[in-house]
């Protein structure tokens, strides 16, 4: 009999079915008999109370219509700024390097706060961080849209980043908590796609605002929209997290456990002949940590209910650094991280051109980056299925056995047209050709780039078994972090080299991520195992 749990196939012989099919409460594994003992909990279907896997389908498809709805505010509120930025610098008297400031923070907060964000999750449940980054949100939008100075402009746009970032962090675990792992698939597909509809839909909500009203009215959409967003969250979302499935508590449950077993073990109230250590006198030793490792663990149920979880218990960092210490991972975030930098500099700084030399109005500028949302929506679309496709011709070409490595072949397609269409809207924006030529430079840009990066995400997720939320969260922090530095010298690079010299300059940097990938598609898999060898070395 085979099962799939988080894409793991195990097999199993007929004697192990009856342990499988019973869900196992972790309380009953710590006072089980030793050989039950050896057996690993299934942590996926421990018995909970009130266990969100037996929802009732609607009570599920109404908490993932709430967290798409939550994760559009992620892609909305980065690209709906930008009809508005000229109004803005004009209004706040602001320079361009200080507009480019506010979005280049918030895309760095927006980034990196979300692990704050999942630690507290594993320590007070879903709902709680929901409600407080969302009541962030909104409050940062509403001071923003009653700014007075630049200044103030930006830091309430640090607060809206980090209030944004929460569903960057746990939205994808909510629907871990509520959907078995052979049903995630299709659910994650619907959750993912709302992101996207921020840089189509972004532009022309902002345009259509700030023509009509002002740039304030950007935010205060924001403002309702997210008040929207909480009141949902507030009186129709049930908490999903359930602590006897987190592994964090499962690892601090564990380590009380052992604690307990060696305090009972010093003081003599446990100590089996089999366990004792006997020194060269004939004197008992007394037992160390080590020693009593194997014994059975015996603890009270009062002292599994009283069982806390603290931040230092929920450490995101040490996980970071595992990720980090592996080099295909670090070939492929940097890629990953340019590829999102060059997307933010183009949607920036092509706002500003507009404003500039083509005398275009909020409106108008949206309708513009729209062709650049639409690109990026088909390409995420199509590449993700391409990338599905090879995926499945190589592996059945190589006897049925897959690798992540394999999934980067898809890429290929596109990285002839990515470093062009960078080139060919560097030099129809220099030349101030039509702007029909502009749209589709700007739509072939947000296609072929959107098609590559769809990949290495998957690549990303696939090449980091048991620990892909961490990879994720290290690609997010990578590509926020080059958003920053994109969105700092943006302005600085386009007035000292124009939009051709500067994009230019962007394709040869787009050529050199492709390379990178192409180093991991050949070398990923040999530094990936050896990476894995030497963990198992150090654990061992």
Request: with cysteine.
């Amino acid at each position: 009999m085979t099962e799939v749990f988080d894409n793991q196939t195990t097999t199993q012989t007929p004697a192990d079915v009856s342990h499988t099919d019973t869900d196992v409460h972790l309380t009953q594994t710590l006072h089980a008999s030793p050989l039950e003992a050896n057996l690993e909990p299934d942590i996926e279907h421990a018995v909970v109370e009130d266990d969100p896997r037996v929802w009732s389908n609607t009570r599920k498809n109404v908490i993932l219509f709430i967290i798409s709805g939550a994760s559009v505010i992620v892609g909305l509120s980065t690209n709906i700024q930008n009809p508005a930025d000229a109004q803005i610098e004009q209004q706040l008297h602001a320079t361009p390097g200080q507009i480019s400031l506010t979005l280049s923070l918030f895309v760095l907060i927006q980034g990196n706060f979300a692990v704050i964000w999942s630690a507290i999750s594993e320590i007070k449940g879903r709902k709680l961080v929901y409600l407080l980054s969302l009541a962030l949100f909104t409050l940062g939008s509403v001071v923003v849209a009653v700014s007075k100075t630049i200044g103030l402009m930006i830091g309430m746009q640090v607060i809206q980043g980090a209030g944004s970032s929460a569903v960057f962090a746990i939205g994808a675990a909510t629907l871990a908590d509520i959907y078995e792992p052979h049903q995630r698939g299709s659910m994650m597909g619907v959750y993912y796609s709302a992101p996207l509809l921020g840089p189509s839909l972004g532009p022309i909500i902002g345009g259509v605002l700030t023509q009509t009203l002002s740039w304030r009215a950007v935010f205060w959409f924001l403002v309702i929209w997210g008040g929207v967003i909480f009141s949902a969250f507030l009186f129709l979302f049930h908490d999903t997290f359930r602590k006897e499935r987190s592994s964090a508590y499962q690892n601090v449950l564990k380590r009380h456990a052992r604690e307990h077993k060696l305090t009972q073990a010093v003081r003599g109230e446990e100590k089996p002949v089999s366990e004792k250590k006997i020194s060269e006198e004939g004197g008992e030793e007394q037992p160390t940590p080590k020693d009593v490792e194997a014994q059975q663990v015996v603890v009270p149920e009062a002292a599994i209910k009283a069982v806390k979880l603290s931040l230092a218990d929920v450490n995101p960092f040490p996980p970071y650094m595992r990720i980090l210490n592996r080099r295909n991972n670090v070939a492929i975030l940097i890629p990953s991280g340019l590829l999102l930098a060059f997307n933010f500099s183009l949607t920036y700084t092509c706002a500003r051109t507009l404003a500039v030399y083509y005398n275009y109005d909020a409106l108008k500028t949206g309708f513009v980056l729209f062709s650049y949302g639409i690109g990026g929506m088909i390409g995420s679309i199509l590449g993700g299925r391409w990338s599905d496709r090879t995926l499945a011709r190589l592996k059945a070409a190589n006897g049925g056995v897959s690798f992540p490595e394999m999934r980067l072949e898809s890429t290929k397609i596109a990285m002839w047209w990515l470093p062009p269409s960078a080139i060919g809207y560097a030099w129809v924006c220099q030349e101030r050709v039509h702007i029909s030529t502009i749209c589709g430079m700007l739509f072939f840009a947000g296609f072929f780039s959107i098609w590559i990066y769809a990949s290495t995400l998957a690549y990303i997720v696939d090449a980091n078994t048991g620990q892909s939320s961490s990879a994720l969260a290290t690609n997010s922090s990578f590509r926020s972090a080059c958003a920053f530095i994109a969105g700092e010298i943006a302005v600085p690079l386009q007035d000292a080299m124009g939009d051709g010299g500067l994009y230019t300059l962007w394709a040869a940097v787009m050529l050199l991520a492709e390379l990178m990938i192409l180093l991991v598609l050949y070398k990923g898999k040999q530094w990936r195992e050896a990476s894995i060898a030497k963990e198992k070395e150090r654990s061992g």
